[in-house]
């Protein structure tokens, strides 16, 4: 049983250095798309101390359209600010992917558009300015809630 956290075009190594320590604790799949803000070869990952690097199951995309056009068959969900759903109101099935856009932009307008039924969101006060939560505590969020609701899978 396996989900898949999928990162197009992550800007801030922190954000997914996070992810990726989580991935690799809940054998989730990570998927990064490129163009990616900053490099993950042998070195620059050594170099930050990511130990748990070697336990990730991870795949890198040169593009959004060649990750799109590999997983077509895979269900996707969009976790984004505009997005119609509650995260939790999903019912995640094995194999889900749940996408995630950049820091700065999100995911591309036009992508969103075209799978808005697959849109989702975490609720967030209409009384604050701020664009989002950050991207590695979102995709946390919203992970371990297709994991409960998977019950766990291979995990104590």
Same mark, same amino acid.
């Not at 300015?129 to 371990?144: D, G, K, P, V």
């Given at each position: 049983m396996t989900l898949h956290i999928v990162f197009v075009e992550p800007e801030i190594p922190q954000n997914t250095g996070n992810i990726a320590r989580t991935c690799a604790a809940t054998d989730t799949k990570l998927h990064l798309i490129k163009p990616l803000g900053f490099n993950i070869d042998e070195k620059s990952v050594r170099r930050a101390g990511l130990d748990y690097w070697k336990y990730l199951d991870l795949e890198v995309h040169d593009s959004l359209e060649e990750f799109l056009e590999k997983y077509k068959g895979n269900r996707m969900f969009l976790a984004t600010t505009k997005g119609g759903e509650m995260y939790a109101d999903v019912e995640f099935k094995d194999e889900d992917m749940i996408l995630f856009g950049r820091e700065t932009k999100g995911l591309p307008k036009e992508f969103i558009e075209e799978n808005k039924d697959m849109a989702i969101r975490i609720p967030m006060s209409q009384n604050t300015?701020?664009? %989002?939560?950050?991207? %590695?505590?979102?995709?946390?969020?919203?992970?371990?809630e297709a994991l409960r609701q998977l019950e766990f899978p291979g995990l104590e």
């Open positions: 300015r701020l664009r %989002s939560l950050n991207l %590695s505590n979102c995709a946390n969020i919203i992970l371990f």
